[in-house]
């Protein structure tokens, strides 16, 4: 059953996925990024990603922070639209505190693998 993008049931989704993602690329392995999302139907939320799974909370590790809309957050995350991305970013939707190298690593990481795809697909289908 889907639910809706960053509810407390679509987190309880997400994280009971984890255990299946696949192995993140090795550049990414150390990356550890908050996430605060404004304007949600749920009021602010805040995340993480480390070792490429979406987790709950902000990381006193992370050494970088990503603050962006609930829309922007969809189509980066869900969606998976980079150029809606960039151009979050370049317009100042995005924005970044911290090491920004972090966000660097990110970019370096080449096309999906099928697992990595496979994942990606069963958070869409979990996702209203």
Do not use: C
């Not at 099928?114 to 994942?119: D, L, V």
Request: no cysteine; charged share 25%.
């Amino acid at each position: 059953m889907p639910h809706e993008f960053l509810s407390d049931e679509w987190m309880d989704a997400v994280e009971a996925l984890n255990h299946e993602a696949p192995e993140p690329p090795a550049a990414t392995k150390d990356v550890v990024i908050n996430l605060v999302v404004t304007d949600s139907p749920f009021g602010d939320r805040e995340s993480h990603i480390a070792e490429g799974q979406f987790q709950r909370g902000l990381d006193e590790s992370a050494g970088t922070t990503m603050t962006m809309t609930y829309d922007v957050a969809k189509k980066l995350f869900v969606d998976q639209d980079q150029a809606a991305s960039m151009q979050a970013f370049m317009s100042g939707q995005i924005k970044v505190t911290g090491d920004m190298t972090q966000l660097m690593k990110l970019q370096t990481v080449g096309p999906p693998t099928p697992e990595q795809e496979a994942f990606q697909a069963r958070i869409q289908e979990l996702t209203a």
